[in-house]
């Protein structure tokens, strides 16, 4: 896979705008025409039948895989909204038999099919797939996927390109080191490029995604210093996924904030291996995650220091001109502050940039929604770029306030 395909040379280097290829957020889905026949016109209502067929028969089938899940549910969530993808298949082990409704009674209102276990799912029956489902269970299944699928990947299985980082910070050998291979991963603004002819994508973390979009074009441009990189990250208690955890129990989250994984947080080699690929060197970060008593919502400060010479003014000018075309990263005028409560629901990232109190410091607040951006809405994003449609379909909605 080559390196930030997605980010033409013009954006990369200090003090030139991006180029970015945006075929596909320029194009419209083709519209289907329904002749009526040359003998004799049929009545309205067959005519509707037949445009309501031709409708369906452009429409891809999708498998979602672990739907029991909060991604599992909120990527039922934006493709009820989709026009060209269908959801014909549902896996869910310990709720097989089920509707979905059952599991997530807001989604009462889907027309969808049950849940069926993984070993029992007909994947004849589907064009593509999102996988949800739990972290070192995803390889053995995404192996046995017929190769005709496109995959998205919402668990960590495929991230880590060096298979032995994997064993390292996971505990368990990885099993499909050739699949790994092939994997590209997707941050989406980054790696646009790849993800179109890709068969299989690893869908980036919600902490590493709003931390690398900032800081990767930073980086490459040689406008921060790759040492004493200090990323402050707090988020949502879904993050932490749908599992019973007594530490995530509603009088253990309540009314505080709790920090873990300090200096271990297996999202460290994911945003280490990131920067590290457009620096060309080894880069290590100080990253501490924290959980917030909110659902869903993550923001991220990063500290860092700036090349000489260069100024808090040139970092913002540098980020306005890298996303300036893009349609989901958003970066925020003068000295506005990014708040979590202003992305959610949405597959926005909103960021800004501010001078630090000490010389030749500055401060990047980034924030996302955990469950969208962070994971469903980005998998949806990769995948509309796989199937070659516009890659904003679906995921137009805005973000819910208050």
């Not at 017929?146 to 880590?160: G, N, Q």
């Amino acid at each position: 896979m080559s390196s930030l395909g997605a980010f033409s040379s013009s954006c990369l280097d200090r003090g030139y705008p991006l180029k970015f290829q945006d075929e596909l957020k320029s194009s419209k889905p083709r519209k289907l025409c329904v002749r009526a026949s040359s003998v004799a016109s049929p009545p309205p209502q067959s005519l509707q039948f037949s445009a309501a067929k031709a409708q369906q028969s452009e429409k891809f089938r999708i498998g979602v895989l672990g739907a029991s899940g909060y991604t599992g549910s909120e990527i039922i969530r934006l493709l009820a909204n989709h026009p060209q993808f269908k959801i014909t298949l549902m896996t869910a082990d310990r709720k097989a038999g089920q509707s979905i409704e059952s599991v997530f009674p807001h989604l009462v209102s889907q027309d969808l099919p049950n849940l069926v276990a993984v070993k029992d799912a007909d994947f004849s029956s589907v064009d593509a797939v999102f996988c949800c489902l739990p972290h070192g269970t995803t390889q053995e299944i995404i192996k046995g996927l017929p190769t005709s699928l496109k995959v998205v990947d919402l668990s960590a299985d495929f991230r880590l390109r060096d298979v032995a980082e994997y064993d390292e910070w996971y505990g368990q050998p990885h099993i499909a080191p050739e699949l790994q291979k092939e994997v590209v991963y997707g941050l989406t603004e980054i790696y646009r490029t790849e993800i179109q002819d890709a068969r299989l994508v690893a869908n980036p973390g919600c902490y590493p995604t709003s931390i690398q979009l900032p800081l990767i074009p930073l980086i490459k441009a040689n406008l921060i210093g790759l040492k004493n990189i200090i990323i402050d990250s707090k988020s949502g208690v879904s993050g932490a996924g749908r599992g019973a955890k007594e530490a995530n129990l509603y009088t253990e989250i309540a009314e505080g904030i709790h920090s873990y994984g300090i200096t271990r947080h297996r999202h460290v080699p994911e945003i280490e291996q990131g920067l590290s690929e457009v620096a060309n060197s080894k880069v290590t970060v100080s990253f501490t995650p924290h959980l917030m008593p909110m659902s869903r919502g993550m923001q991220s400060t990063i500290y860092v220091e700036m090349a000489p010479g260069v100024t808090t003014d040139e970092l913002y000018q540098h980020l306005r001109r890298c996303y300036e075309n893009e349609e989901f990263v958003v970066l925020l005028k003068d000295k506005e502050v990014p708040h979590t409560r202003h992305v959610r629901g949405s597959n926005y990232c909103l960021m800004n940039v501010f001078p630090d109190r000490i010389p030749g410091r500055a401060i990047i607040i980034s924030v996302i929604d955990n469950l969208v951006k962070g994971a469903s809405g980005q998998a949806l994003q990769n995948l509309n770029i796989m199937m070659g449609i516009p890659e904003n379909t679906g995921l137009l909605c805005m973000p819910l306030f208050p």
